[in-house]
Nanobody
Framework: QVQLVESGGGLVQPGNSLRLSCIVSEGIFNLYAMAWYRQRPGNQRELVAHINYGIRTTYRHSVKGRFSISRDNANNTIYLQMNSVKPEDTAVYYC??????????WGRGTQVTVSS
């Protein structure tokens, strides 16, 4: 079973930056489509950013121009660079992997809190 481990969360002030990482164990990483989801307090989990097995990316409208997803296939890792963060970005952020057969795996999440 593929394991995903997120890191990089924490407390950050509005307007500052944070970078999340997710390392994937096992599997053929470069065939996975990867994504970051988040679950804000009182809300359902929502897609934040997605990157396919190439370099095509898509973003939630509210984070476009502020967040950037990238992948390092040599190190089985994806990143979420979060710039100009806002209090409404406060959430638990989850890493998601989908293989070519549409099987999905999830990490346990990392808390991001944006507050002054």
């Amino acid at each position: 079973q593929v394991q995903l481990v997120e890191s990089g969360g924490g407390l950050v002030q509005p307007g500052n930056s944070l970078r999340l990482s997710c390392i994937v164990s096992e599997g053929i990483f470069n065939l996975y489509a990867m994504a970051w989801y988040r679950q804000r307090p009182g809300n359902q989990r929502e897609l934040v950013a997605h990157i396919n097995y190439g370099i095509r990316t898509t973003y939630r409208h509210s984070v476009k121009g502020r967040f950037s997803i990238s992948r390092d296939n040599a190190n089985n890792t994806i990143y979420l660079q979060m710039n100009s963060v806002k209090p409404e970005d406060t959430a638990v952020y989850y890493c998601n992997a989908e293989d070519p057969w549409k099987t999905q795996d999830w990490g346990r999440g990392t808390q991001v809190t944006v507050s002054s």
